[in-house]
């Protein structure tokens, strides 16, 4: 699991904050995101955030302008002026083929759309998803070649740039460890295996009962069941009974990663990781950074859990 000390945790929060007001920098075209709601919101500071989309517009701009081949030769240039420090951005087209990387010149002309993080997280597939609309945001972890070329956990940003290519670039958040628990992972792997047997064998209507009771058997140790459908109506939620029935389908958590449709994504595929930030209901709705692993059941719905960071952001 995650593993933070005071200092770290002090500095975590302080991004956060500073980061919570990224969903509103999303372009109308991409439809309003349902965002989470606090009852005591951090300030409208994004500055973080802001720089890095910034960032990214800037190197569109450069592309659409200087055209494809110079854009392309630029980014991968590694003593480029799209080389900042920790941001730099890098070009996929929207098969996952790398076509441009600063740090990664043996990946350009190959195929990563099944690249996974250290924890199993399909992230380029995830940015490919992002861009496609037109932008937005999700988590992977990453080597830093600010720091060492150390792997750290990051805030992807994804823009695409026409029809057939986008480009991305990302934050580190180097005071969060950059893996969780492999034995955690092992345990929420068979946990999501078992209500998935679960729901096959004794239906889906008599599952979601299970799943919603909050006292229930699969309901234990702080874990429990989340289901939705594919258009992100949601089926179980046992702590937010009040959201029952409602299509979140465009919900985004507070950076703006819309986690329902990247969860749908995932368990489109058949089963995956995704990361996120949710209320942990064993710290009294706190939020927190979750891993989630999704599994498809049958086609029309899917179902997930998720473990927790030790410390609330």
């Known amino acids: 699991m995650l593993v933070l000390d005071m200092n770290s945790q002090n500095i975590l929060l ?6 919570v007001g990224a969903a509103l920098v999303i372009p109308a075209a991409l439809g309003e995101a349902e965002v989470m709601e606090e009852e005591n919101p951090a300030p409208i500071a994004p500055e973080k955030v802001d720089e890095l989309v910034a960032f990214v517009q800037s190197a569109v701009a450069f592309a659409q302008e200087k055209g494809r081949e110079a854009a392309l030769e630029e980014f991968s240039n590694s003593n480029g002026s799209f080389v900042r420090g920790e941001l730099y951005i890098y070009a ?57 070329g150390r792997d750290e956990f990051k805030i992807g940003y994804a823009m695409k740039v026409d029809e057939d290519w986008w480009l991305g670039s990302g934050l580190y958040l180097p005071e969060v460890c950059a893996s969780f628990d492999h ?32 006292f229930g058997s699969l309901t234990r140790n702080g874990r429990y069941v989340f289901a939705y459908d594919y258009d992100g109506v949601t089926l179980a939620l ?48 706190e939020p927190a950074l979750k891993l989630s692993y999704v599994a498809d059941v049958d086609g029309s719905w899917f179902l997930g859990s998720g473990i927790y960071s030790e410390v609330p952001v």
């Open 92 to 148: 996929y087209d929207f098969n996952g083929t790398n076509i441009a990387h600063p740090f990664k010149p043996d990946w350009i002309g190959e195929s990563k759309m099944n690249e996974t993080d250290s924890n199993g997280v399909l992230y380029i597939r995830n940015l490919v998803n992002a861009a496609r609309p037109g932008y937005g945001f999700t988590y992977f972890i990453f080597p830093n070649p600010a720091d060492g």
């Open 238 to 285: 046992p702590h937010q009974p009040e959201l029952l029935g409602s299509a979140r389908i465009e919900a985004a958590d507070p950076i703006g990663v819309r986690f329902i449709r990247e969860a749908a994504e995932t368990a489109g595929l058949g089963t995956g990781f995704l990361y996120y930030i949710y209320p942990d209901s064993s710290r009294e709705m």
């Open 183 to 214: 034995e955690d992972r092992e345990d929420l792997v068979a946990y999501v295996e078992e209500a998935k047997s679960f729901a096959l064998a004794n239906g889906r209507e008599r599952a979601m009962a299970v799943y919603n009771d909050p």
């Open 14 to 19: 302080a991004i956060i904050f500073l980061l």
